[in-house]
């Protein structure tokens, strides 16, 4: 009865009273949903920072492949540090198309070309290795020649531009194994990314558009040249590890057009690094090996005078993709023009060096030792030339 009595005296609930209890609730919720998802937000930041997560990465590399440039301006948006990008997108995807590749190759008996190495057990742990670091130094060359010319640096961005641009051509490679078509499967992927690298370029990164062409040339060609010395160097150490793995030469075949330049370049740079000379015990030049320097000297300067005209005659506000590769081959050319001279002509690249070594001491000392006195005698002879062309 004493209950029943309160709740008469209370009376039944006002219309005000229970909008209020009702905005009471909403407004409980609404905290409650603020709070989850700051939560949330928070949660997604620590896993976007230090953890993988296959959803994002899938969503990612299906976008790279199926809409690049709206997936290029989202990636971006998000604002991803290099730590996240390596997480979910570069790591994952050399490794899974690591470790696909290698099986096509087993299963086809063929070679798997997977950052420039080939499919032994030893060569697969080097590749993949090589490869994840080789995106660090490729996006520290574009970070820094950005400042160079006049850009603002970000590492991050290059990074992120780098590994989202080279999905198709990782994504490609994995088929390099396929007997016939794999490799050229391969290559249209690689040139694809290219071309996408060009275009993210400007999206994550900040490059006065003057200076975008010669900025992009540049860093690919730096990034090229310090994969070939990196390749050369990882092929001295592994090499013959290697050869007995597959029993037979593993460099490819020369393909034609801009790569096929490219492949030139590397073949000339490779059997240069494997030239060996034994230097007489006297120390002494001949006067053949100073009048091949000098020729070599001249060579050299004709060939870059010709390849300097054609990279001046690139018009950087009107420049193609076509015309922008076409400048890569040229100046790829200029970085290693003495040393194509040299093995063109059938000549020892180890030799032109100690020939030039021995000259610079000459030049320097000039006497202390019947050597070098003789030397110097040489260099005299031919100074004019030799200070001239160098």
């Not at 997936?71 to 997480?87: D, I, L, N």
């Not at 080939?118 to 670091?133: G, N």
Request: proline share 4%; hydrophobic share 50%; with cysteine.
């Amino acid at each position: 009865m004493r209950v029943v009595r309160c709740l008469s005296f209370m009376g039944p609930p006002s219309r005000a009273s229970a909008l209020d209890s009702s905005a009471a609730l909403w407004s409980l919720r609404r905290s409650g949903a603020m709070i989850a998802a700051r939560g949330a937000t928070e949660g997604d930041a620590m896993n976007r920072d230090t953890g993988f997560n296959l959803d994002e990465t899938r969503r990612w590399v299906t976008g790279a492949i199926v809409d690049p440039h709206a997936t290029a301006a989202a990636f971006r948006a998000s604002e991803p540090g290099w730590q996240h990008t390596f997480m979910v997108l570069t790591l994952p995807i050399y490794v899974a198309a690591a470790a696909a590749g290698f099986l096509l190759s087993l299963i086809f008996g063929t070679t798997f070309m997977f950052g420039a190495m080939a499919s032994s057990p030893l060569w697969f742990l080097v590749s993949l290795a090589w490869s994840l670091a080789y995106v660090f130094v490729a996006a520290l060359i574009f970070d820094v020649l950005a400042g160079v010319f006049e850009g603002r640096r970000d590492f991050d961005g290059a990074f992120a531009a780098l590994s989202l641009a080279m999905v198709p051509a990782v994504a490609g490679g994995v088929l390099s194994p396929v007997p016939w078509i794999g490799w050229l499967i391969g290559l249209a992927a690689g040139i694809y990314s290219l071309v996408l690298l060009y275009h993210f370029v400007p999206v994550f990164m900040t490059v006065p558009e003057a200076k975008r062409v010669v900025h992009f040339v540049v860093s690919l060609i730096a990034a090229i040249v310090v994969n070939m010395v990196v390749a050369g160097l990882l092929g001295a150490m592994f090499g013959p590890d290697l050869e007995d793995y597959l029993g037979e030469s593993t460099v490819p075949a020369s393909s034609g057009g801009l790569f096929g330049d490219f492949e030139r370049q590397a073949s000339v740079a490779e059997q240069a690094s494997q030239d060996t000379y034994q230097p007489p015990s006297d120390g002494r030049l001949t006067e053949a090996q100073v009048r091949a320097y000098v020729r070599t000297l001249e060579r050299t300067a004709e060939l870059r005078e010709r390849l300097g005209r054609q990279l001046e005659g690139l018009d950087e506000d009107a420049a193609s993709i076509g015309d922008i590769f076409s400048g890569m081959k040229d100046a790829t050319r200029l970085a290693t023009a003495e040393m194509e001279v040299v093995k063109t002509g059938g000549g020892n690249w180890a030799e032109h060096q100690w020939v030039r070594n021995q000259l610079e001491t000459a030049r320097i000392q000039q006497d202390g030792s019947p050597a070098i006195e003789h030397n110097y005698a040489l260099f005299l002879e031919y100074r004019d030339r030799i200070e001239r062309l160098e």
